[in-house]
Every structure is written in structure tokens, then in C-alpha cells.
């Protein structure tokens, strides 16, 4: 029952990791490396906001995200839109910029055990003898509606079905009107406010640290990579199949050997299936 549970659990925490990153090279066709640091970066604004200028909580996250998806946005207008197209210069480019925020944050001091972010309920409940807290059901009820929203709002407004046009067809989007590069930008701005989503919802379970924003970025990259690149579906799968893999390797091993099972899988699929156990990449469709 603990393996179910905390299976559950770990592979909701994942597929929140990796939808934006998904969603965004899913349009765009950008893998967007500085996903681990918008991560961050979200954390870093909303602990800002609640503890140097005493904005409420609720407050505090939601101008956060809305920063986050801001800086996004940006990222790509003003950098990765000049690389479009140059796989190589579009991973170099965003890497970097990933980088140099990550290691900005290091340099200016930002390590430790200072920067922790409350929990939203306190308390924990049982189910089945097994103890859980009531942040850990939160983060999986926000996390079934997060995928439930993306879903609707794919197939049923008129962004979203703007999104999909491009993803199916760049070249029959445009002929129809639809503006790639504002897409891609809408895009970003959403993978990088899913990305913040993710860190409001995760980091109050640890620490806002440098590392967090690197294992956030391997997290997602393995998780997309096993889904089928561009498959935000897709994604949600293989989060929960690296997800219980990893709890049944916790339990079992050990947990020094979790972040081993991501990047096993990162390997193994692309020696078997490159296109991911979920991919189809004659199926268009499939990426959003």
C-alpha cells in the first residue's frame, strides 16, 4: 500500500516537473534547458514576495508564476527566437541562459536551509496504515486538475487549438493565420508558469536550492524523453512509470540510487526507442 500511494505521489511530483517543459517543445519545437531555473527562480520570487515584503501566500504565488511565465516569454523573444530552427544553438542558448541563473543565484550566496517555503496544509492523514501529509494529497488533487486543464483548454479555447494547429503542422498553422512566433512565445509562457506551478507546489516538501533547478531539468528531460518528446500525454505516462520505478527502487535499494533510475531510462530508451515508449512522431496529433 506504501508503494501505491507514495508511487501516486512521486509520479504526480514528476509529470508537474516535466508539462511545461513538454508543452513547450511540443509548439515550438525548443527544448528549453533553463526550465530547471525558471523552477527556481519561482521559488526564489514567492519566498521574496512572502518574507522580505509581507505579501500573503496565495498573493505571493500567484505574482510569482506570473513573473515566471513573464521572464519565459521573454527568454524566447529576445534569445531563443534567433536560434530557432538550430537544434544545436537552441539547446546551447537556453542551457546557458539556465545556467547563468543558476550559478547567479550561487554566486550571490543563495544555498543553505534559509529559503523554505510553508506548506499549505498542515497535518497528515492515513489511509490504509500508511501516514500521509495533507500537502502530499494536495500536490496529486492540483496535479490530476492541472493535466485536466490542459486537456480543456487545448481542445476547447481558442489559443489551445491555435497551440495544437502549430503543433501538428507549422506550415498549415501559418497559411491559416496563425502567428508561430507569438505561439511559441505563448507557449514559453506557459511551460515556464507550469514550471513555477511545479516549484510552488514541490519545494515547500525541501529546500529552494541551486540544485533543485538541476535535478528539476533531468527530471523532466527523462521524463519527456521516455513519453515521446513533444507528447505532454505522453509525459504524464512515463511520470508514473519512472515514478513507481523510483519508489520501488527506494524501497528496495535505496534512495541515493532515485536519480540513477531517471537517467537509466533516458539511456535505455534511446537505445530502444528513440521516440519515446509513447511517442509517435508520424502522429502529430499526439504532441499537444
Known amino acids: 500500500m506504501e508503494i501505491i500511494i507514495y508511487g501516486i505521489i512521486n509520479s504526480t511530483a514528476l509529470a508537474l516537473m516535466a508539462l511545461g517543459f513538454a508543452l513547450v517543445y511540443g509548439i515550438s519545437r525548443v527544448p528549453n534547458f533553463a526550465h530547471g531555473a525558471l523552477y527556481v527562480i519561482c521559488g526564489f520570487i514567492t519566498w521574496s514576495f512572502l518574507n522580505k515584503l509581507g505579501l500573503n501566500y496565495p498573493l505571493s504565488i500567484l505574482l510569482a508564476m506570473v513573473i515566471t511565465g513573464v521572464i519565459g516569454g521573454l527568454i524566447y523573444r529576445f534569445i531563443l527566437i534567433r536560434v530557432r530552427g538550430m537544434a544545436i544553438s537552441e539547446i546551447i542558448a537556453s542551457y546557458a541562459i539556465g545556467l547563468a541563473i543558476l550559478e547567479g543565484f550561487r554566486w550571490w550566496g543563495f544555498k543553505g536551509l534559509t529559503y523554505t517555503l510553508p506548506v499549505f496544509l498542515e497535518g497528515s492523514i492515513?489511509?490504509?496504515?500508511?501516514?500521509?501529509?495533507?500537502?502530499?494529497?494536495?500536490v496529486v488533487v492540483i496535479g490530476a486538475a492541472v493535466v485536466g486543464f490542459l486537456w480543456m483548454f487545448t481542445h476547447f479555447t481558442r489559443v489551445g487549438l491555435a497551440l495544437r494547429g502549430m503543433a501538428q503542422d507549422e506550415r498549415a498553422a501559418l497559411m491559416l493565420g496563425i502567428d508561430s512566433d507569438l505561439m511559441a512565445i505563448v507557449a514559453m509562457t506557459f511551460g515556464s508558469m507550469l514550471a513555477g506551478l511545479s516549484a510552488v507546489l514541490l519545494l515547500p516538501l525541501g529546500n529552494i536550492v541551486v540544485e533543485a533547478g538541476y535535478n528539476v531539468l533531468v527530471l523532466a528531460i527523462a521524463v519527456c524523453i521516455v513519453g515521446g518528446l513533444g507528447s505532454w500525454m505522453g509525459a504524464v505516462l512515463a511520470a508514473f512509470l519512472i515514478g513507481f520505478a523510483q519508489i520501488l527502487t527506494v524501497v528496495y535499494l535505496g534512495s541515493h540510487y532515485q536519480m540513477v533510475v531517471a537517467l537509466l531510462a533516458?539511456?535505455?530508451t534511446l537505445v530502444l526507442r528513440p521516440s519515446g515508449l509513447f511517442g509517435k512522431q508520424k502522429e502529430l496529433e499526439e504532441r499537444v
Open 126 to 138: 492515513t489511509i490504509g496504515d500508511v501516514p500521509v501529509d495533507l500537502h502530499r494529497i494536495l
Open 266 to 268: 533516458i539511456i535505455l
